[in-house]
T-cell receptor
């Protein structure tokens, strides 16, 4: 099992640019989560999907952030336009029903 | 790692000794608890979980204790090894709610 796969591992971009983070969940998992991790706020849930449908996006910081899950094996988190305060590590996780979340290794985003 | 560090409570433990990591949770409705381990440059990794109808659960070298009366969770690691050096997070979730809330984390440093 390859686990949750995220790409890219690192992203450096300039303020104002669009950033797209990608995630492939574990095959067969029906829930997908996007988290953001910073030293100041720790791990924060941004949004999660059940069966490809967004269920709770209350953690999404603002309209600059959007997430999609066009099918069961792929999700994107987009930031447009990006700002320096968006710099963080973004994690994708997946799970099956009530099983524990399995995390990817994250995308480290640096916005200059 | 890129995401955790400077201001986390730190436990330094001699290799071979037992480690105890504590966590207080605030939501009395939480009924499922998970411990995660995060190594530098990686995503959180599931260690062990416990449901609210139990007060103790054992895994391989790890034991989780739950005290619902005082809303306290602990993780005990037996015979700590250098590979146990990481940040450990407790997480909680309430029944019917898919929002897994993470604590701030505890850094464990194993001294050879």
């Amino acid at each position: 099992d390859a686990g949750v796969i995220q790409s890219p591992r690192h992203e450096v971009t300039e303020m104002g640019q669009e950033v797209t983070l990608r995630c492939k969940p574990i095959s067969g998992h029906n829930s997908l989560f996007w988290y953001r991790q910073t030293m100041m706020r720790g791990l924060e849930l941004l949004i999660y999907f059940n069966n490809n449908v967004p269920i709770d996006d209350s953690g999404m910081p603002e309209d600059r952030f959007s997430a999609k899950m066009p099918n069961a094996s792929f999700s994107t988190l987009k930031i447009q336009p990006s700002e320096p305060r968006d710099s963080a590590v973004y994690f994708c996780a997946s799970s099956l029903r009530d099983s524990p979340l399995h995390f990817g290794n994250g995308t480290r985003l640096t916005v200059t | 790692g890129e995401s955790v560090g400077l201001h986390l409570p730190t436990l330094s433990v001699q290799e071979g000794d037992n480690s105890i990591i504590n966590c207080a949770y605030s939501n009395s409705a939480s009924d499922y608890f998970i411990w995660y381990k995060q190594e530098s440059g990686k995503g959180p990794q599931f260690i062990i979980d416990i449901r609210s109808n139990m007060d103790k659960r054992q895994g391989q070298r790890v034991t989780v204790l739950l005290n619902k009366t005082v809303k306290h969770l602990s993780l005990q690691i037996a015979a700590t090894q250098p590979g146990d050096s990481a940040v450990y997070f407790c997480a909680e979730i309430a029944y019917g709610n898919n929002r897994l809330a993470f604590g701030k984390g505890n850094q464990v440093v194993v001294i050879p």
